[in-house]
């Protein structure tokens, strides 16, 4: 697969306010809660092909942020809280980076406008602590071991096209 024209691998740095007003598929009074991730004045961005992270305050709630051509676009996603530990594996639809099966989560976006507000959600299964970028880059250490061969650049790129995909899907 060739990576799309849509975006560079990694995210530029964003400021508060650019996270905040991008959110396309959240209401004023859930971004005005929303906490930034605890370590936002160090986030490794020359590693990060979108910044994405689970609000400490409201472990059930994550946010993922990406330039795109058209800007700046923050999805809000849910996801279910944990239940009892599972065994086996499980694959992350956005890297595709394979984990335990309790470090993956269905994650769920409302659909951005009309739709949204009428219930419609779409969902995926991404890697439950939102570090796709750090995973497939081997910044982050893995407990199962990977197949693809592949190198981090060409990983990079297929994350984008699948993080845009979904992107496409919420946007609708």
């Known amino acids: 697969m060739a990576a799309t024209n849509h975006r560079r691998y990694t995210v530029e740095p964003l400021s508060a306010d650019e996270i905040r007003r991008s959110f396309v598929n959240s209401s004023r009074s859930l971004v005005k809660a929303m906490t930034l991730p605890r370590d936002f004045d160090v986030l490794p961005w020359e590693n990060l092909d979108y910044l994405g992270w689970r609000d400490p305050k409201a472990p059930a709630r994550g946010y993922l942020v990406l330039r795109r051509d058209e800007g700046v676009t923050g999805i809000a996603v849910t996801t279910a809280a944990t239940g009892a530990p599972r065994r086996g594996t499980g694959l992350c639809d956005l890297c595709h ?3 335990q099966v309790t470090d993956v989560s269905l994650f769920v976006a409302r659909r951005a406008g009309s739709a949204g507000k009428a219930g419609n959600t779409v969902g995926t299964y991404i890697c439950a602590d ?26 990079a790129g297929r994350l984008n096209e699948r993080l845009e995909t979904f992107v496409g899907r919420v946007l609708g």
């Open 97 to 99: 980076t394979a984990h």
């Open 130 to 155: 939102l570090a796709c970028s750090l995973y497939l880059r081997g910044l982050k250490e893995l407990e199962v071991p990977q197949s693809d061969l592949a190198g981090p650049e060409v990983r």
